[in-house]
């Protein structure tokens, strides 16, 4: 069956550093999001992506986050300069149509 | 404002045991709702998937309930198994007038089934 990959599972960095998680969302699908979850809280949406370009974002979703699809497989989300209170799981998912949304295993981001 | 409600928070029973957990929404233009199963420290896993014309959906042990005049979702859950112990999710879709798709989800239920 297929799945939605990313990586890094864990990655830790220092306030101010710059980080990009990865994910490979199914080959045939066309729409693409980021989600996080702080520890203990539920999914919040960050934004989505449709035809190279972002379609929606949330408030969470400010100018330290981008972003990108740069080689038509992988699809990237990049924070510029980390906080502490961006440590969480960040999940990606891709849709062929709204009846078939998968998510990745998500990658945990600690900020120390 | 597009809002998922979910209920109980947190629940314990023990294992052979039903159980049904809620969902109430206020999302506009509502186009599905799904069930998610979460298990700590990994991504959602959809057990079920309705639109406003589906009034129950049955996936093995789960079967859900919509009402869509009420807004209205249950998840019911037979002869429970301790693997069932996990998050579960209530997530609306909402078509944007731009023709993107938007996922509201809910606060979750924290299940733990017990030996």
């Known amino acids: 069956e297929p799945e939605v990959t990313q990586t890094p599972s864990h990655q830790v960095t220092q306030m101010g550093q710059e980080v990009i998680l990865r994910c490979v969302p199914i080959?045939?699908?066309?729409?693409f999001y980021w989600y996080r979850q702080i520890l203990g809280q539920k999914v919040e949406f960050l934004v989505s992506?449709?035809?190279?370009?972002?379609?929606?974002k949330s408030e969470i979703f400010d100018d330290q986050f981008s972003v990108e699809r740069p080689d038509g497989s992988n699809f990237t989300l990049k924070i510029r300069s980390t906080k502490l209170e961006d440590s969480a799981m960040y999940f990606c998912?891709?849709?062929?149509?709204?009846?078939?949304?998968?998510f990745g295993p998500g990658t945990r981001l600690t900020v120390t | 404002k597009n809002q998922v409600e979910q209920s109980p928070q947190s629940l314990i029973i023990l294992e052979g045991k039903n159980c049904t957990l809620q969902c109430n929404y206020t999302v506009s233009p509502f186009s599905n709702l799904r069930w998610y199963k979460q298990d700590t420290g990994r991504g959602p896993v959809s057990l079920t998937i309705?639109?406003?014309?589906?009034n129950t959906k049955s996936n093995g042990r789960y079967t859900a309930t919509l009402d869509a005049d009420t807004k209205q979702s249950s998840l019911h859950i037979t002869a429970s198994q301790l693997s069932d112990s996990a998050s579960y999710i209530c997530v609306v879709t909402v078509i944007l007038i731009s023709g993107t798709y938007k996922y509201i989800f809910g606060t979750g239920t924290r299940l733990k089934v017990l030996a």
């Open positions: 309705m639109t406003f014309s589906e």
């Open positions: 992506f449709y035809n190279n370009e972002i379609s929606e």
């Open positions: 080959s045939n699908h066309l729409y």
């Open positions: 998912a891709s849709i062929l149509s709204p009846y078939e949304q998968y």
